[in-house]
């Protein structure tokens, strides 16, 4: 990986140091906020750590009581899983469909590519309270508004089958960031391609599938994989818009952690959530980028076949 | 492409009926703000104040400290996006303009850390600033931008990398030292992306909730995205003076975004190439 180039005669001490140098910030930070912290957690989940009080090593205590007597940490995992289940299929599927939209050739479009962006820049404690108040089962608009063409909306924040549904209507909210990484993505595609294909008699869905489709396989890889993340990692909007609740319907994995570490100040137990959740979230990357060498196609790979 | 008058109202159409949900909430918001008490809880709503109350505006400022919580949203907003500046545009011109040993085993740890979820460390990191002293100060929240982040950094590389070798070589021919190719040749080049990370570091920390929960206890060191979380905590039912003060925080970040648009969309497709 490093070859070893030939002294040059200015290529001093100093000059090896510099680069050094450049980058120190990112070293301090690093050891200092990153694997620091990093190493600490992971000792911490071999502790029985109160935050008053003296430390007590348990070995693996914390994650049997995890894995065998805490029956939340299962139910979290389940909701947050079926919230990841719900919510990267509908973010990905709209923000594709969006990005679409938006790079269709009439006039004006651009606007509405700002209009669909904006609630991206929003905090998510707008987003809550905003969502909060249209859900709001006495005077929230929506129901009023589904009410006007014959339906009868549930008790949104109220009734435990719906909250999770509010969360991930108001997390589509921002979907904007996900849309534009499509479509500038989708805007590099030459036009020459879709020209060719037109003459070759192939159709806009026939275009879609296979010409859009496969040149955004890696934006699509990347997409998968953040939205995963994020969606596991989901914490905001679930302390702001429902608490966890109601009847824990909604406590996420995010927010097991959270009131483990400073509602409860199990710290050690907490560490050890926290990390089998850093292990899942590797394990999953993993399997996602393993499997994407079978349907991720790279603009390199297909230039090396040309000239072949 | 061409395009037949029937696909182009079809567009439309979907367009807008799509605007409808970014939009209506905005609006709701809005209306809120602007109604009597009486209007705001009347079923079904009402869509238009009487008269709109702009007052509400200003009753709802002072109802909280909110003043000294923007002043505080302003001077960790702005401190951390000098820090992200000048910390990752450092590091970026490091890795993307010198071999050295190590290089890319470096490199590929700090790309590692982004996948590192936020609570693995935050228990720890309470700990060390509580050591350091730093709970209740807004120092947590600032002074880690001044060590990079390593998004940001990888935003900028790539863009470095693509600048060609002889421009430094020039310039250390003419006995410039490399502190000072960094800041006279490539700082102006890089006029755009650090643009690009300075709007994502103003709307990620402007925005951000959980930082500000976890290290501050009193009122007076409170954010806009924590003081408005909190006043609505206690006070769940003024939703007038709630929807009045959600719409001021929203206002700074749609500013920056107007402004910024275009860095933005050009700087997400970078982001993955």
């Given at each position: 990986?490093?070859?070893?180039?030939?002294?040059?005669p200015s290529?001093?001490l100093?000059?090896?140091?510099?680069?050094y140098?450049f980058?120190?910030?990112?070293?301090?930070?690093?050891l200092?906020?990153?694997?620091?912290?990093?190493?600490?957690?992971?000792i911490?989940?071999?502790?029985?750590?109160?935050?008053?009080?003296?430390?007590?090593?348990?070995?693996?205590?914390?994650?049997?009581k995890?894995?065998?007597?805490?029956?939340?940490?299962?139910?979290?995992?389940?909701?947050?899983?079926?919230?990841?289940?719900?919510?990267?299929?509908l973010?990905?599927?709209?923000?594709?469909?969006?990005?679409?939209?938006?790079?269709q050739?009439?006039?004006?479009?651009?606007?509405?590519?700002?209009?669909?962006?904006?609630?991206?820049?929003?905090?998510?404690v707008?987003?809550?309270?905003?969502?909060?108040?249209?859900f709001?089962?006495?005077?929230?608009?929506l129901?009023?508004?589904?009410?006007?063409?014959?339906?009868e909306?549930?008790?949104?924040?109220?009734?435990p089958?719906w909250?999770?549904?509010?969360?991930?209507?108001?997390?589509?909210?921002?979907?904007?960031?996900?849309?534009?990484?499509?479509?500038?993505?989708?805007?590099g595609?030459?036009?020459?391609?879709?020209?060719?294909?037109?003459?070759?008699?192939?159709?806009?869905?026939?275009?879609?599938?296979?010409?859009?489709?496969?040149?955004?396989?890696?934006?699509?890889?990347?997409?998968?994989?953040?939205?995963?993340i994020?969606?596991?990692?989901q914490?905001?909007?679930?302390?702001?818009?429902?608490?966890?609740?109601?009847?824990?319907?909604?406590?996420?994995?995010?927010?097991?952690?959270?009131?483990?570490?400073?509602k409860?100040?199990?710290?050690?137990y907490?560490?050890?959530?926290?990390w089998?959740?850093?292990?899942?979230?590797?394990?999953l990357?993993?399997?996602?980028?393993?499997?994407?060498?079978?349907?991720?196609?790279?603009?390199?790979?297909?230039?090396?076949?040309?000239?072949? | 492409?061409r395009?037949?008058?029937?696909?182009?109202?079809?567009?439309?159409?979907?367009?807008?009926i799509?605007?409808?949900?970014?939009?209506f909430?905005?609006?709701w918001?809005?209306?809120?703000?602007?109604?009597t008490?009486?209007?705001a809880?009347?079923?079904?709503?009402?869509?238009?104040?009487?008269?709109?109350?702009?007052?509400?505006?200003?009753?709802?400022?002072?109802?909280q400290?909110?003043?000294?919580?923007?002043?505080?949203?302003v001077i960790?907003?702005?401190?951390?996006?000098?820090?992200?500046?000048?910390?990752?545009?450092?590091?970026a011109?490091?890795?993307?303009?010198?071999?050295?040993k190590?290089?890319?085993?470096?490199?590929?740890?700090?790309?590692?850390?982004?996948?590192?979820?936020?609570?693995?460390t935050?228990?720890?990191?309470?700990?060390?600033?509580n050591?350091?002293?730093w709970?209740?100060?807004?120092?947590?929240l600032?002074?880690?931008?001044?060590?990079?982040?390593?998004?940001?950094?990888?935003?900028?590389?790539?863009?470095?990398?693509?600048?060609?070798?002889?421009?430094?070589?020039?310039?250390?021919?003419?006995?410039?030292?490399?502190?000072?190719?960094f800041?006279?040749?490539?700082?102006?080049?890089?006029?755009?992306?650090?643009?690009?990370?300075?709007?994502?570091?103003?709307?990620?920390?402007?925005?951000?909730?959980?930082?500000?929960?976890?290290?501050?206890?009193?009122?007076?060191?409170?954010?806009?995205?924590?003081?408005?979380?909190?006043?609505r905590?206690?006070?769940?039912?003024?939703?007038?003076?709630?929807?009045?003060?959600t719409?001021?925080?929203?206002?700074?970040p749609?500013?920056?975004?107007?402004?910024?648009?275009?860095?933005?969309?050009?700087?997400?497709?970078?982001?993955?190439?």
């Amino acid at each position: 990986m490093f070859k070893k180039k030939e002294k040059q005669p200015s290529f001093t001490l100093v000059r090896k140091r510099v680069p050094y140098l450049f980058i120190l910030p990112w070293i301090i930070g690093f050891l200092v906020f990153t694997l620091g912290p990093l190493v600490s957690s992971l000792i911490m989940s071999l502790f029985d750590w109160p935050i008053t009080g003296e430390a007590k090593f348990i070995g693996l205590n914390n994650f049997t009581k995890m894995f065998t007597a805490d029956p939340q940490f299962y139910d979290s995992l389940v909701i947050t899983f079926k919230f990841a289940a719900i919510f990267v299929p509908l973010n990905l599927i709209s923000a594709l469909v969006l990005a679409l939209l938006i790079t269709q050739p009439v006039k004006g479009v651009k606007i509405f590519r700002t209009l669909f962006y904006l609630p991206a820049v929003v905090s998510g404690v707008a987003v809550s309270i905003i969502w909060g108040w249209i859900f709001n089962s006495e005077f929230g608009v929506l129901n009023y508004l589904l009410s006007l063409i014959g339906i009868e909306g549930p008790n949104w924040l109220i009734d435990p089958k719906w909250a999770i549904v509010t969360i991930v209507i108001a997390s589509a909210w921002g979907v904007g960031t996900m849309m534009l990484i499509f479509y500038t993505d989708i805007k590099g595609i030459p036009p020459e391609l879709y020209e060719a294909a037109s003459i070759d008699g192939a159709g806009p869905l026939r275009q879609f599938f296979s010409i859009t489709i496969p040149t955004i396989t890696p934006t699509i890889l990347f997409n998968v994989i953040t939205s995963v993340i994020a969606a596991l990692q989901q914490l905001t909007l679930v302390l702001l818009l429902t608490g966890g609740g109601p009847l824990k319907s909604t406590y996420f994995y995010g927010l097991f952690v959270y009131n483990n570490a400073f509602k409860h100040h199990h710290l050690g137990y907490a560490s050890a959530n926290a990390w089998f959740m850093f292990i899942i979230i590797l394990i999953l990357t993993m399997i996602i980028f393993r499997s994407s060498s079978t349907w991720v196609f790279y603009e390199a790979e297909m230039k090396k076949g040309g000239k072949k | 492409m061409r395009i037949t008058k029937s696909h182009k109202i079809i567009v439309y159409s979907i367009l807008v009926i799509l605007s409808l949900y970014f939009l209506f909430p905005f609006a709701w918001a809005l209306i809120t703000a602007l109604k009597t008490e009486g209007e705001a809880f009347s079923f079904p709503p009402k869509f238009s104040p009487d008269v709109p109350q702009f007052g509400n505006f200003i009753e709802a400022w002072k109802s909280q400290p909110f003043g000294t919580y923007f002043k505080n949203s302003v001077i960790v907003t702005v401190m951390t996006t000098i820090g992200q500046i000048i910390s990752c545009s450092l590091v970026a011109y490091g890795f993307a303009r010198y071999d050295f040993k190590y290089k890319n085993i470096l490199f590929i740890l700090l790309l590692s850390t982004m996948m590192i979820p936020w609570d693995v460390t935050m228990i720890p990191l309470y700990m060390e600033f509580n050591l350091f002293g730093w709970i209740n100060t807004l120092k947590p929240l600032i002074v880690p931008a001044f060590f990079g982040s390593a998004y940001n950094i990888f935003l900028l590389r790539q863009f470095l990398m693509n600048i060609p070798k002889d421009l430094e070589s020039a310039a250390r021919m003419d006995g410039a030292n490399e502190f000072q190719i960094f800041y006279k040749i490539f700082l102006p080049i890089m006029k755009g992306p650090l643009t690009l990370i300075a709007v994502l570091n103003i709307l990620l920390v402007w925005n951000d909730y959980l930082g500000p929960l976890i290290y501050l206890n009193d009122q007076s060191k409170y954010t806009m995205a924590l003081g408005l979380a909190a006043f609505r905590g206690v006070h769940e039912l003024q939703i007038i003076p709630i929807m009045a003060m959600t719409l001021v925080m929203i206002i700074p970040p749609v500013i920056v975004f107007a402004f910024a648009q275009k860095y933005i969309v050009e700087g997400v497709s970078g982001s993955i190439k």
